[in-house]
Nanobody, 126 residues
Framework: VQLQASGGGLVQAGDSLRLSCAAS?????????MGWFRQAPGLEREFVAG????????YYPDSLKGRFTISRDIGKRTVYLQMNSLKPEDTAVYYC???????????????????WGQGTLVTVSS
């Protein structure tokens, strides 16, 4: 599976932004989970959200529940990350990721995900 992320940019604090991740290659199935991570300079890659490709169940870390929403469009083979009330600390490179072999207790571990997009930069100014 190849992933292409887009939608990043420069926004002001309080603004909203939607990221997209287009998947290509093999057909995604019920084994697949798609997600987003982010990495700020000098920090480790952080899990932001995940969604089961079939069924649509979503997963978030407690710290981001309520502001970020992940969704997917099966027909377009695209995963979205809607980010609201953005803060300067949300500034990071955002990566989409996927896996067909997830252990759900390991969702937050980057090495548990097996294919990655190239990242898109989100900068939130104060």
């Amino acid at each position: 599976v190849q992933l292409q992320a887009s939608g990043g940019g420069l926004v002001q604090a309080g603004d909203s932004l939607r990221l997209s991740c287009a998947a290509s290659g093999r057909t995604l199935s019920g084994d697949d989970v798609m997600g987003w991570f982010r990495q700020a300079p000098g920090l480790e890659r952080e899990f932001v959200a995940g969604v089961r490709w079939i069924g649509g169940r979503t997963y978030y870390p407690d710290s981001l529940k309520g502001r970020f929403t992940i969704s997917r469009d099966i027909g377009k083979r695209t995963v979205y990350l809607q980010m609201n009330s953005l803060k300067p600390e949300d500034t990071a490179v955002y990566y989409c990721a996927g896996t067909s072999r997830i252990i759900y207790s390991n969702l937050g571990i980057p090495s548990s995900w097996h294919y990655w997009g190239q990242g898109t930069l989100v900068t939130v100014s104060s």
